[in-house]
DNA sequence: TTAGGGTTAG
């Protein structure tokens, strides 16, 4: 009889906790497991793990790893089940501690634990934990299960080893969406992104089911070859899918739309939104700051505070700053970077954001205020922001600011070539031949080298190179006969070159090389471009530019006398979107 | 009973 009481009362905890994972209810599961402890029951190890995993779908973490450190006996599934806890909320450090604590108490991982604890292998520490952890996956012989490879394949990609993570993924002896859609996701985010497409195309030849967690990745990799066409195809088939989880595509959409220079798009997907996140608001705002357009991100940024649905986070004023840096409203985006380090947001200004103040300044020529914010930074400052000031200094030529910022840049980044160019550059905007020749002695010396910075532009499948006062091109005497005919309408139109980019992949430093020397390089390929007259145009990817479309459009329906189309405006922004320059004016 | 891939920013 006593048994069988045992039991009925094991069932009914069972049968109660099970319904309250199930609806997240957190009061009723505290009651059943404070009934527990009334009546003295004590529960087995499965149920002891079921409330691990009811605290922990509750979000209450504290309470599930209680529950674990008071059980009497641990087996793989409530440790793996803690460890699922704590990954899935993002606490790696936490994760991998616990992995390490069930090793020394003898604990055996199954293919569950290692599918789980390698999610929280990031940065550099996670990444050589996760390497010993792969050893010790291949000596328990999990390394070709399918769970366990695809978090490996992952963490090697998301650690930047591309290479490894693919080796994983051809030596898995069967694969599914989830493995294929890693790979591909893996190659998108390293800016792989001709990798990540050739990828989807041959597992779809090879009939692989794709989900929506495929075509987000895609949908990265296709914004990063801004090849809008595509990116309209998927758009199209996702939308006659009727995918769950729509509210992620819409977010890519957005983005994709914007990076393929058609804002009009990205804004009627946020508009009909049923729902937003706070990454749909995000890629919106960050959508209209990348080309400049500061008033409809200080307009979007105050309707997201008037609905009140959703928080902005530190993405949200980081866009914000950058749109009221690259649009010109310099004092607009200073009163908000003060109510942000007054609190009024509930995000703190990081790094990231201060870098975008002294951006903002020694755009609007307020070199000095830029000098004075960084000294009074709370943070260290980093090479980025001490570069970012010097970039100003140079476009401003205030010799005596930059003198000192680029001395000091010498010497916490002695081999960055930029930084002595730029200082260079600088004396030498100033006659300051003694100087100039010193920075260069100081070059050779050191052995830091500058490699000429390229673009690279596919006209009708032939890849054209350039650099900066290039003149190696075949059809050079058609190219800059166009570029002369182009710079005169340039100028009879009243258009003055736009140089508020804003770089994708490149540090401030870089940045500011660009900002130097991009229009002659934007002249050169454009004069190419304007040359072979209607051809398709596709950019190589390296660097990614994307100047201010909408004037460079505004522009180019003055220059042609037509209203410049939408689609027109997405392969103007293509032409301008693989700009880099070198910035070698010596 | 426990498990893997996703969208914005740098």
Redesign the pocket.
């Known amino acids: 009889m006593a048994m069988r009481g045992i039991e009925m009362k094991f069932h009914g905890y069972d049968t109660i906790l099970n319904a309250c994972i199930n609806k997240r209810a957190i009061r009723e599961g505290q009651r059943v497991h404070a009934h527990m402890i009334k009546t003295r029951y004590l529960p087995p ?2 149920l002891r ?2 409330l691990i ?1 009811f605290y922990s779908k509750c979000g209450c973490l504290g309470d599930a790893r209680r529950v674990l450190d008071e059980m009497p006996e641990r ?4 440790w ?2 803690m460890l ?1 806890a704590y ?2 909320r993002g606490f790696a450090s936490e994760a991998l501690d616990l992995f390490m604590q069930m090793l020394r108490s003898d604990g055996e991982p ?4 290692f ?2 604890v390698l ?1 929280s292998c990031i940065g550099i520490v996670g990444f050589e934990l996760g390497r010993q952890i792969h050893c010790l996956i291949i000596k328990r012989n999990f390394e070709f ?3 366990v490879g ?2 490996l394949l ?1 963490m090697y990609a998301k650690s930047g080893r591309i290479y490894e993570a693919r080796k994983v993924f051809e030596h898995l002896p069967e694969r ?4 294929c ?2 790979i591909i ?1 893996g190659y998108a ?1 390293l800016g792989l992104d001709e990798e990540a497409l050739e990828l989807f195309r041959r597992f779809k030849t090879e009939g692989m089911t794709s ?4 075509y ?2 895609v949908l ?1 990799a296709l ?1 990063g070859l801004a090849a809008l066409d595509l990116g309209k195809q998927v758009h199209n088939h996702v939308l006659r899918c009727e995918l769950p ?1 729509f ?2 595509l819409q ?2 959409l957005i ?1 994709m739309y914007s990076k393929c220079g058609n804002l009009t798009y990205s804004r009627r997907i946020f508009d009909n939104m049923p729902e937003r ?3 749909s608001w ?2 919106m705002l ?1 959508g209209y700051s990348k080309h400049g357009m500061g008033r409809e991100v200080v307009e979007l940024f105050k309707s997201m505070r008037e609905e009140n649905k959703v928080k902005p986070d ?2 949200t004023l ?2 914000v700053l ?1 749109g009221c840096s690259h649009g010109g409203m310099e004092d607009i985006g200073l009163e908000i970077f003060d109510e942000m380090a007054n609190g009024k947001y509930g995000v703190h200004p990081e790094i ?1 954001h201060y870098g975008c103040v002294v951006d903002l300044l020694g755009r609007a020529s307020r070199v000095e205020e830029a000098f004075e914010f960084v000294k009074k930074m709370p943070i260290e400052p980093t090479a980025a922001v001490w570069g970012s000031l010097l970039g100003a200094c140079r476009v401003h030529s205030n010799v005596d600011i930059g003198e000192l910022v680029g001395h000091h840049l010498l010497e916490i980044e002695p081999g960055n070539a930029g930084n002595y160019v730029i200082l260079s550059n600088l004396y030498a905007s100033a006659s300051r031949w003694e100087d100039v020749k010193r920075v260069r002695d100081l070059m050779n010396e050191k052995a830091v080298k500058k490699e000429p910075g390229r673009s690279w532009v596919e006209l009708d499948q032939t890849l054209h190179t350039f650099h900066a006062s290039d003149h190696s091109h075949p059809r050079r005497e058609e190219v800059f006969a166009k570029v002369k005919e182009l710079s005169v309408r340039f100028k009879e139109a009243g258009y003055v070159p736009d140089l508020s980019c ?1 770089l ?1 992949d490149v ?1 401030e430093e870089q940045k500011e090389k660009i900002l130097l020397g991009h229009s002659e390089k934007l002249a050169l390929t454009f004069g190419l471009i304007a040359t072979s007259d209607g051809v398709p145009v596709r950019v190589i990817k390296n660097l990614r530019i994307c100047v201010d479309c909408h004037n460079f459009a505004k522009f180019m329906s003055k220059i042609y006398r037509r209203e410049v189309s939408l689609r027109d405006k997405s392969r103007f922004h293509h032409i301008v979107d693989g700009i880099c320059s070198c910035g070698e004016y010596w």
């Open positions: 190890v499965y793990t079921r995993v087996n793989v599934v409530s793996t089940a699922s990954s899935q199954n293919e569950f634990t599918a789980t999610t299960h399918i769970y695809s978090s992952d599914d969406v989830v493995s859609t890693a996701s985010q989900n929506y967690v495929t987000a990745s990265t914004s989880f509210i992620v977010n890519s983005d996140t706070i990454i995000n890629a960050v530190s993405v980081l866009g950058l990231e804003v994708h540090d």
